[in-house]
Each structure stands twice: as C-alpha cells, then as structure tokens.
C-alpha cells in the first residue's frame, strides 16, 4: 500500500470496529487483551485517534515530554461507538491536512508524518479484530492490508523496546527467521545477531533461513501481533523449533 492509501483504510477500518461494537454489550471481555472489556478496547482506540491527531498537528521534532491531551471521553460507557467514530473523524480531518511527507519525530524507523497514519491504521485494525474475536465472530483482513502491516509490523519492531521490553532477548548468533505468505507475494527475513535484530531488505527470497513460519498473509499478521497461535494448523513451521518459539516468546507488540 501507498501511504496516500492508509488515511481511507484508517476510516474504513473505524467504521468496521464502531459497526461490530455499537450494539454489543461494552462488558463482554476481551480475551486478546487480558484485563479489558470491550468498553475498554474501544476507549483505548479511540485515544490512540486523538493522541495521534495531536501530534500530527503539533508536526513534533522529538519525542513528547507529555502524553496528556483532551480526549473528551463521553459520560457513560455505552456512548463509546459514537465517540469512536466521532475519534476517527477528528482524525480523518488532520490526515487531510497534514503532509504526509513532511519530517517529524517517530518512534520508529520513517522520520515522517506518514509514520504515524500508518501506525494508526494498523492499531486500529488489530483492535477491530481483538473486538470481533471477542464476540465469536471470524475477521477478515484484506490481503494488501495485511502484507502491508507485517512491513510495518517487522520494520519498526527492532525500535520497539520502551514499551515492548522483551524485544531485548531477540538476539541470536547470526541466526535468521523467514515468514513467507501462502496466498501470494510476501517474504520477510529477520536477523537475529548478539546485538540486536532487523529486517532483511535485499533479496530475502533468494536467501535460506534458519527458521520459516509460513501461513496466509492474514494469518501471519495476526500471529505476529500474538492474535492466532503459531503452532496451530494455519501455519507450516519449516526449521529450528526453538528459533520459532523463541521469536515469539519475545516479539510481543
């Protein structure tokens, strides 16, 4: 996907979350974040529009000293739907008049606005899954968007320590691991060296990895994301087992 692309999926993905809870009951709890509620997911998403928003306009140049910003939250847990969408809208209108290209703080590896609409995008995709998986129902994520959030997913988790600390014990000697789509195009190989880990930019298909996870692009992404167990039956694990289970044991976003 190209970034011009990602502000209309955070609006369609929005639209999706808000549809699947707005006449759900905001207690049912949510199994893929232990702890929360549905009341809670939709809370948590809709700050991440608005804290997002805010340092869009703001177009900061290092990291914040504050994370406090007027959510506006409503008076009563059941008019969280509607202050989503209200959320997504505030968004959609700063998405619009911001310039996707121009330089700024992120806390990953693009230094530019669009960092943050595609991080967005997919904080909001996950969480619409997290509510749909807690009401029994099965999601559906379009392919491009999933081939795009593994990239983004893999790309920025190497800069991800602060809040994703046991990204640290991802290290290895020299050690690779490959995830690779079954529906179509998508290769990603990791170096896992003793000091550190990141994502193999040149011409990983031609390169044998130590380890492969191999399922649908869908899949894949809801497995990195810790949504769908990699040892189930949608994935075929090719390689050193303890490679595998390391990774996932220390890669949680």
Known sequence: MKPAQHGAAVAAESAAFVATVKAADLSTPVPTCPGWSLADLTQHA?????????????????????????????????????WLAASAAEAAEVFAATDLDAPMWAWGVDQHARFWVRRMLFETLVHRVDAELALGLSPHIDRALAVDGIDEFL???????????????????????????TDGDGDWLVALRPDGFALVADGPESRTADATVRGTAADLLLALYGRLDHRGDAFRLLGDPDLIAHWFAHSAF
């Open 155 to 181: 790309t920025n988790l190497p800069f991800a320590f602060p809040f994703a600390p046991l990204t640290a014990r991802l290290r290895a000697a020299d050690r690779t691991i490959r995830f690779s789509c």
């Open 46 to 82: 809709g700050s991440v529009h608005r804290w997002f928003s805010e340092l869009l306009r703001r177009r900061i140049q290092q990291p914040p000293a504050s994370r406090e910003v007027d959510l506006r939250l409503p008076e009563q847990p059941d008019g969280f739907p509607d």
